[in-house]
């Protein structure tokens, strides 16, 4: 599904990624991990065309998507949430999640500016589209009163929302556990696991939170000064000396 072939990113003085190599295999569960600064995000950024990697080359379902712009990269399939919610708080939960159609919409300016029935036709859809996303994550309820109203891990839902609106076959989630009480976490690890079962979603995600990577990932990479110094299974990991040296010593699992 997803491919990263000997990528490096260097800023200026900086190696931020050092000749990565890995791919994800379709409807996996796969994590990256590291200590902060190793890269991870750097990585979520070539991904979805933030910027283009120094030299490698990234392959998506098959065809190459390095170096091609973000609004390219979601309509081939992928989409983001970010380590920082970012929600636009005076707006309602429907309306943050009608946003991530803005790159399905069907009908020209012209047609919007004079409100024709196409696009009457194409909000309605989208409504009624939004409105499935948000009652699978169990957050229909909430649709019309303003995000910013919401807690924090149902907020985090409304970013997963927003993204799932663009038709992802790859959702690439930004630490989505930071933060969370364990209630919140547990939950988190069952709407991905649906997303999987049920919508049939490949999911890459950068996490800190040992446990929810133990949990839920298929496999993980670990990554340290950019370079990775682990591929494999989540127990294999906890168990590997070089990660317990260089990441898993400091934090709590
Ligand atoms: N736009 C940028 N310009 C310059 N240096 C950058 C930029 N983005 C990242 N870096 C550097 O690249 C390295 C990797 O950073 P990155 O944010 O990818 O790490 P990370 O693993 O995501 O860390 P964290 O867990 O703290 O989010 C760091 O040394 C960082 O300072």
Avoid: W
């Avoid at 630490?175 to 999911?203: D, H, Q, S, W, Y």
């Amino acid at each position: 599904m997803l491919k990263i072939d000997k990528v490096t990113k260097q800023f200026g003085g900086v190696v931020a990624i050092k000749d990565v190599t890995f791919h994800v295999k379709p409807m996996e569960i796969f994590a990256l991990v590291g200590p902060n600064g190793a890269g991870k995000t750097t990585l979520f950024n070539i991904i979805t065309g933030a910027f283009p990697p120094t030299s490698g080359h990234v392959y998506f379902k098959d065809e190459e998507i390095t170096g091609l712009k973000p609004n390219e990269i979601v309509k081939r399939g992928i989409a983001r949430t970010f380590q920082n919610i970012r929600l636009f708080n005076s707006m309602s939960v429907l309306e943050n999640v009608l946003i991530g159609f803005h790159n399905h919409i069907e009908y020209n300016f012209f047609e919007a500016l004079f409100r024709v029935p196409k696009f009457f036709k194409e909000e309605k859809i989208h409504k009624e589209m939004a409105m499935e996303i948000l009652k699978f994550l169990g957050i229909d309820e909430y649709a019309d009163i303003n995000a910013k109203a919401l807690s924090y891990g149902n907020q985090r839902k409304v970013e997963i929302a927003r993204a799932l609106a663009t038709e992802p076959d790859l959702l690439l989630l930004d630490e989505p556990a930071a933060g969370m009480n364990p209630k919140e976490t547990e939950e988190l690890a069952n709407t991905v696991f649906k997303l999987r079962e049920i919508k049939e979603k490949t999911i890459l995600f950068i996490e800190h939170d040992m446990k929810f990577v133990q949990k839920i990932a298929d496999r993980v990479m670990v990554l340290d000064y950019g370079k990775t110094i682990f591929e494999g299974k989540p127990a294999d990991m906890m168990k590997d000396e070089q990660v317990i040296k260089a990441y898993l010593g400091d934090i709590e699992v």
